[in-house]
């Protein structure tokens, strides 16, 4: 299997920032995109950013300027770089990769069990 574990979540004032981190690991052959997604109560998952294994990166409108994402392919593990925090951000934040767990394997979507971020104004 592959595990996916999220971590770097927590309180922080409006303005401030916070970087989350994300590794895999496990029974992993191969790793294509990973992402960055969040849920806030009431709300459906959605998406914050994603990355390629090549670095190809795609953001939602909201996060574009303040939040960076960026991988460390030799790691397994990607980040999230969040700056100039509001309230509305305030969410569970998930990662996500697509991996493939041996050469013979197909692609499947893994996620973490998220990590709470916490915006006061």
């Known amino acids: 299997q592959v595990q996916v574990v999220e971590s770097g979540g927590g309180l922080v004032q409006a303005g401030g920032s916070l970087r989350l981190s994300c590794a895999a690991s496990?029974?992993?052959?191969?790793?294509?995109?990973m992402g960055w997604y969040r849920q806030a109560p009431g709300n459906q998952r959605e998406l914050v950013a994603t990355?390629?294994?090549?670095?190809?990166?795609n953001y939602a409108d909201s996060m574009k300027g303040r939040f960076t994402i960026s991988r460390d392919n030799a790691k397994n593990q990607v980040y999230l770089q969040m700056n100039s925090l509001r309230p509305e951000d305030t969410a569970v934040y998930y990662c996500?990769?697509?991996?493939?767990?041996?050469?013979?394997?197909?692609?499947?979507?893994?996620w973490g069990q998220g990590t709470q971020v916490t915006v006061s104004s």
């Open positions: 996500k990769v697509l991996a493939r767990r041996a050469r013979n394997f197909g692609e499947s979507d893994y």
């Open positions: 990355i390629t294994r090549t670095g190809s990166t």
């Open positions: 496990g029974s992993v052959f191969s790793i294509d995109t």
